[in-house]
């Protein structure tokens, strides 16, 4: 275990370090409250900022009700998120504005030996600036757990995905790329954290971001009756 706190740490120190001007940082709240066998509900509220972690660039908070079509597996999703943002236009002057979204998303998964695969594919419905933008997004996530031969309580593991991002009724139809790559821990079966580097790639631009992650699964449990 220690070979793994170790390079835990290490993630964090090395990615904190690599601050320059395309430096950012992201914390992550995620929560999935299963409700029945058939229903479910997800939610991730993510902070993220500049160069310096106090520069505030986005809030964002997104929730959606999920619809199992198999147990565990195959779920549809339909969901809504509210993103304020704000830009620096020069120095120590900044523009604001917020962002509606409603989102569809598509999840399904299986394993490769020990690899966990997963499949999110999702279509946005972006309103802001009076305007309305279509959007689509396809993410592809391998989970390696590393000591124990399942994600279990007290699993090391790694997650590695990347998501491309894709504009509709665009002449450009490109928006973005992220390449990610995360060191995690299962504390208990309803706590998960993890921290790691992500590379996104913006048009003609490029950014690197050092993300940390709580996941926190069933926080409301059903009394017996």
Known sequence: MKKYLIAFTLVLGLTAQAQD???????TLNTNQKID??????SDVQYRTYNDLDQFNQLLVRGG????????NNNLLLGYAFVHTRVPIMDDDYT??????IYQQFNTKHNLSKVGLNHRFR???RLMND?????????LTATIPLNKPSIQKDTW?????????????KQNNFDRNRLNVNLGYVLSPTLTVEAGYMKQHVQHTQTNHLQVGLTINNPIT????
């Open 157 to 169: 593991f790694v997650k590695a995905s990347n998501e491309i991002f894709l504009n509709a009724i």
């Open 131 to 139: 305007d309305i933008y279509f959007r689509f997004r396809y993410q």
């Open 65 to 72: 009700l999920g619809y199992n079509l198999t147990e565990n």
């Open 222 to 225: 059903k009394k017996p009756s």
């Open 37 to 42: 066998e058939k229903f479910n509900f997800q």
């Open 21 to 27: 001007k395309d430096f950012r940082a992201w914390g």
């Open 96 to 101: 604001t504005f917020n962002e509606h979204r």
């Open 123 to 125: 279509f946005e419905e």
